[in-house]
Nanobody, 115 residues
Framework: QVQLVESGGGLVQPGGSLRLSCAAS????????MGWYRQAPGKQRELVAE???????NYADSVKGRFTISRDNAKNTVSLQMDSLKPEDTAVYYC?????????WGQGTQVTVSS
């Protein structure tokens, strides 16, 4: 069992930055692929970025060059640095831990980009 707790959301102006963090419980954190997903009102949840146990990363086209995912296996944390934020980045952001077919989700943190 893995428990995930996100933090760092909030309100930011267009062009600004936010850093999301996710703290995970469990002794085998390093084995999981960790990811960030988001869900905007009326839309399906979508992958934003993910990082494997081998530190390979994958980003949605819409965030490439603006967002950076990283992990610290010693601290059981995964972070998402979000720069050059746009209003269309507004959504609830969820932390995800995936190992084969098993998925764990955090409770989500709201990110609002607005002037």
């Amino acid at each position: 069992q893995v428990q995930l707790v996100e933090s760092g959301g909030g309100l930011v102006q267009p062009g600004g930055s936010l850093r999301l963090s996710c703290a995970a419980s469990g002794r085998i954190f390093s084995r999981y692929t960790m990811g960030w997903y988001r869900q905007a009102p009326g839309k399906q949840r979508e992958l934003v970025a993910e990082i494997t146990r081998g530190l390979s990363t994958n980003y949605a086209d819409s965030v490439k060059g603006r967002f950076t995912i990283s992990r610290d296996n010693a601290k059981n944390t995964v972070s998402l640095q979000m720069d050059s934020l746009k209003p269309e980045d507004t959504a609830v952001y969820y932390c995800n831990a995936r190992l084969v077919s098993v998925n764990y989700w955090g409770q989500g943190t709201q990110v609002t980009v607005s002037s």
